[in-house]
């Protein structure tokens, strides 16, 4: 789960949105985003353009059991590992041609084992509460068959890397890949292997765990990093 409270007005500065690019109107501000939800992406256009459009967390994919052979509740896979983004059949094309920025102000960790009613937000450091940031993402059209017929969904996925020190203390092994606003441009734009160098953690030093009760800013432009 991960949080996007930013108004859409800052996203677009955020983002460097131009005018008419923007696809989402006047979206309201999301205190969690859960898989097969839909939350705000920035992709380029088939001309190279940025713009601001919703898709649905989760690539979807067909999924039969194996008892029946019989198709079932489609794959839905949140997550795409750094180190096999390249190799992977189901990433590398994506990896390639469909990269893109998730707006969030902050993500949810459960500890491995641990009790699902306690769980952690991280956030970003700064001068407001949870200030927003972009996690590097994939998007496709995923098409897949249900139990009923065939579906067509836009959707999108987060790319994940080891745990920072920081991080590591609440889930130990995986985190979401961060992007710095200066690295923007090269994970959309970028070559494969520009775009590989930055799938790696963010600095621990520029993270902390928000306060439980803390209020998210909203504001359109104090919310810049």
């Known amino acids: 789960m991960y949080s996007n409270t930013t108004a859409v007005e800052a996203m677009r500065q955020l983002f460097d949105i131009r005018p008419g690019m923007d696809r989402i109107g006047n979206a309201e501000p ?17 001309s190279g353009d940025r713009e601001l459009v919703e898709t649905s967390w989760g690539f979807r994919a067909t ?30 094309f994506s990896f390639k041609e469909r990269r893109c920025l998730i707006p ?5 960790e459960w500890p491995p084992g641990g009790n699902p009613q306690v ?27 249900t139990k009923d017929r065939p579906e067509t969904c836009e959707t ?10 920081f991080t590591a203390k609440i889930h130990p092994s995986r985190m979401p890949v961060i992007l710095k606003p200066q690295d923007y441009e090269a994970w959309l734009h970028g070559s494969e292997e520009d775009a590989f160098s930055l799938l790696k953690p ?9 306060l439980k009760g803390e209020e998210h800013r909203t504001d359109p432009v104090e919310t810049q990093v």
């Open 104 to 108: 969030a102000s902050s993500y949810c």
């Open 63 to 92: 999924n039969k059991s194996k008892k029946t052979g019989n198709v079932i509740a489609p794959r839905v896979v949140n997550n795409a590992r750094a180190d096999k983004v390249q190799s992977s059949f189901f990433w590398r």
């Open 30 to 46: 999301r205190a969690g985003i859960y898989p097969k939800y839909p939350g705000p992406i920035v992709r380029l256009d088939a």
């Open 202 to 210: 963010f600095p621990a030093e520029e993270m902390r765990i928000a």
């Open 119 to 145: 769980f952690h937000w991280f956030a970003m450091n700064g001068t407001v509460p949870r200030p927003p940031f972009a996690m590097a993402g994939l998007w496709q059209t995923s098409k897949y068959e």
């Open 156 to 165: 999108h996925t987060m790319m994940t890397t080891t745990a920072n020190e």
